[in-house]
């Protein structure tokens, strides 16, 4: 094979250019990046690994008996099917389910789900959701959709009620300029875990979070990290550790709340001018409502930090320039509102939010484009059209939607009704990774008729389908890089041929819309290049229209990395300082509300408050499962894609994921370094190689997420996922009836070292057995 020039590409976690060689893919990162992401290692082994799907599948039960609800689902095997019988079954199907033309007129797609989250591409066009919601629209008229994100749901819609719309304020506030340059205190809910500042939603080209944390201590800045995991903050001059139990975090900011109140700390005139319910949220903090005051006292019994370590923190937060930052991880559990609304109530108490390097941030931690400028020009974007079904769930309630068609449930203190799914419609994700409970999650994918899956490998959600199509991966096609916030757009050129069999999506839901009579509505007549070239365009005029560099379609995806101006405008949170009046936040009162009555209208307290979670080690449950689970995020991988990839499996230990434990918990328990534990509760189990970790709280089991799913009977302890995937025994319970967003970063579990002989990993060429 001949050796083409380094050509410009993007993926979510990172620009680089490549090349393809008779060696394969060869990286490297983009110069204009100060901190490349080592997961970038990951991409070359996309295109050749066995786990690469490379022709239709179709399970074999499916095809005997029909369509309908099956609990074989999952566990039988498939059948391969040339490609146009593969999408002449499937278009017979959805015809069966009323797609195509003459739509009904009321109601469409509501027996559709097409939530479909999922990270498969970094690219404008082939982004895999837009095109799987697109093709529904066109084929149904809608389907039932999801909203909020399995990683930040809960904390979203707090903050959506008590202070505006939270992504889209995160995302244009300069915060990590103002830390470099003007924060005196960082105090890091959750710690500013770099590893997860990789990833952003569409790329992120410019890594700049550990640069900046190098020049705000250079510059004296301090910083607190409040983690129970060492590693969740990068060692700094001037860092001080905290480690509480997990889960506890809103008791200790309810103590360092208390203090700033009662020792006159606490800014009246900010709070009065820019937020509600202070008044009532201080008789809380007090005891005067509840009897209890939450002082330091209160809060060490519940957190296990000394009282005067907080009393200390609160007086330093007050006496400088202080930044509270919230990460994901922390709502990502049962009332995960609360510390998220708590740390802006802290924050307004501070007063500095209108001040450089003040102030409050939710997701700073956690993606990689929070804290940037945004953008002063439109980026491509494919138009989706009407979902006319109106229909939509929280993402995260995906399996209770299959199992209970009819049932109601609540959501931002609306109630609402779970539809009747026939049939699930999946591109681009893995909600075999992403979902809770996956015990459960089998379950709940055995009551639909039929579960389509689009999908480069064989993954658990493939696994689970009825029809496979096999699809590309990014460098096996041409498109457009770009994300909010990064101030670069990506010509992405094909890197490589495409494997014999693979197509694009674009192309399989063409072929679907043909068959379905409606190829006209999804294409418009455009093929992949000419979408693009059509996208491209009101980037290029808002362009020209500011004498930039404009070039036309062909120039920029043969050219370079072309550079996108960033806005100099006021931010919403600046305007709303400057006037909050003229300029009022996206809520009820126009302020920050401290109190929120809708919030008290939905069933939980108007306030933030400490409300003790089913599962942290305070709680009853502790007695029978001891360790508190930290499922967080992997450090090799996004999510679960290119498990398989170098950087991925470095992480492993004989394939498998490795669970940290405090050394003391590991040594009582006769654990070494190595060996294989069990690590179980109620809802499953899951092998993985214990390593004992200095950095780890004692009670607590640290195991990321992103193992490929591999359930296994295994005699005397029933079903375990053999490869270590935490949410075989994490909880898919709401957050709450407010949000009911994700619960899965905490779960309580039991640990135990494994005797015997050890039951091998399943390789990820083999969760999806082939023909």
Request: hydrophobic share 40%; charged share 20%.
């Amino acid at each position: 094979m001949n050796e083409h020039p380094f050509r410009p590409h993007s993926s979510h976690w990172g620009t680089f250019h490549a090349r393809h060689t008779a060696d394969g893919l060869e990286i490297r990162p983009f110069e204009g990046d100060p901190d490349p992401s080592p997961i970038l290692a990951n991409i070359p082994a996309a295109l050749t690994h066995p786990a690469r799907l490379t022709q239709p599948l179709i399970r074999r039960g499916w095809l005997e008996r029909g369509p309908g609800p099956d609990k074989m689902r999952g566990h039988e095997d498939f059948v391969a099917v040339p490609w146009d019988e593969a999408l002449d079954i499937a278009a017979a199907e959805m015809k069966r389910l009323g797609a195509g033309p003459g739509l009904p007129a009321e109601v469409p797609g509501r027996h559709v789900f097409g939530g479909s989250y999922g990270w498969s591409s970094a690219g404008r066009f082939h982004h895999a959701q837009s095109q799987v919601h697109r093709f529904l629209n066109i084929a149904f008229g809608g389907y039932v959709a999801s909203v909020d994100t399995y990683s930040s749901a809960a904390g979203s819609v707090i903050l959506s009620m008590t202070w505006g719309h939270p992504i889209s304020m995160m995302m244009e506030q300069p915060f990590w300029t103002e830390i470099a340059e003007d924060t005196e205190l960082l105090i890091a809910f959750g710690g500013i875990p770099v590893r997860n500042l990789a990833v952003s939603p569409g790329g992120n080209s410019q890594h700049v979070a550990r640069p900046s944390l190098k020049a705000a201590a250079a510059r004296g800045c301090k910083f607190v990290s409040v983690s129970p995991l060492a590693d969740d903050m990068d060692e700094l001059p001037g860092l001080t550790r905290i480690a509480p139990r997990p889960g506890t975090d809103v008791a200790l900011m309810l103590g360092l709340a208390h203090t700033l109140a009662t020792e006159g700390l606490a800014d009246r005139a900010y709070l009065d001018r820019y937020t509600t319910g202070y008044d009532r949220f201080l008789a809380y903090l007090t005891g005067e409502s509840d009897g209890t005051a939450k002082t330091p006292d209160w809060a060490s019994a519940i957190t296990g930090v000394p009282a005067g370590e907080i009393r200390a923190l609160a007086r330093q937060a007050a006496g400088s320039r202080t930044h509270v930052s919230v990460a994901y991880a922390l709502q990502r559990a049962r009332n995960g509102e609360q510390p998220v609304w708590a740390a802006m109530a802290l924050a307004a108490m501070l007063g500095q939010s209108a001040e450089p390097g003040g102030g409050f941030s939710y997701g700073l931690a956690s993606i990689g484009n929070v804290g940037k400028r945004k953008l002063a020009v439109p980026l491509p974007t494919l138009p989706q059209g009407e979902n006319r079904s109106g229909d939509f769930i929280p993402v995260a309630r995906i399996a209770e939607l299959l199992q209970n068609p009819g049932k109601c449930y609540t959501y931002k203190g609306e109630t609402r009704e779970y539809a009747d799914i026939r049939l699930v419609y999946w591109a681009g994700g893995n909600p075999f990774h992403h979902h809770q409970h996956l015990g459960n999650m089998r379950e709940a994918f055995a009551c639909p008729d039929t579960v389509i899956v689009h999908d480069s490998v064989g993954t658990a959600s493939a696994r689970h389908a009825d029809i496979v199509f096999p699809v590309t991966v990014t460098p096996e096609r041409a498109d457009i890089g770009a994300s909010a916030n990064d101030p670069f757009l990506i010509p992405m050129p094909q890197l490589a041929a495409s494997l014999a069999g693979p197509r694009h999506d674009y192309d399989v839901f063409s072929a679907l819309s043909e068959r379905l009579g409606c190829a006209d509505g999804f294409t418009e007549g455009r093929n992949a290049g000419e979408w693009q070239e059509w996208m491209y365009e009101r980037t290029r005029a808002a362009l020209a229209e500011r004498q930039l560099p404009a070039p036309d379609f062909a120039a920029f995806m043969d050219g370079g990395i072309l550079e996108l101006p960033v806005s100099d405008a006021p931010t919403r949170l600046s305007r709303f300082h400057a006037d909050p009046e003229a300029n009022p936040l996206d809520t009820p009162s126009g302020k920050m509300e401290l109190f929120c009555d809708a919030v008290e209208a939905a069933g939980l307290p108007g306030h933030p408050a400490w409300l003790p979670p089913e599962e942290w080690l305070g709680a009853d449950l502790a007695a029978e499962h001891p360790f508190q689970l930290v499922a967080n995020q992997p450090r090799g991988k996004l999510h679960s894609q290119l498990d398989f990839g170098a950087a991925s499996m470095a992480t492993k230990r004989g394939g498998r994921e490795v669970a940290r434990m405090n050394p003391d918990d590991a040594q009582r328990l006769g654990i070494g370094d190595g060996d294989v534990i069990r690590i179980w509760n109620g809802r499953g189990g899951l092998l993985a190689v214990a390593a004992p970790a200095d950095g780890v709280r004692e009670g607590i089991v640290q195991l990321s997420t992103g193992g490929w799913y591999a359930p296994v009977e295994l005699p005397e302890v029933g079903l375990t996922c053999v490869n270590g995937n935490p949410n075989a025994v994490s909880s898919d319970i709401g957050a709450s009836l407010l949000s009911q967003g994700c619960a899965g970063q905490l779960s309580l579990v039991s640990v135990t070292r494994w005797e015997g002989e050890v039951p091998s990993v399943v390789p990820q060429e083999a969760i999806l057995p082939r023909p």
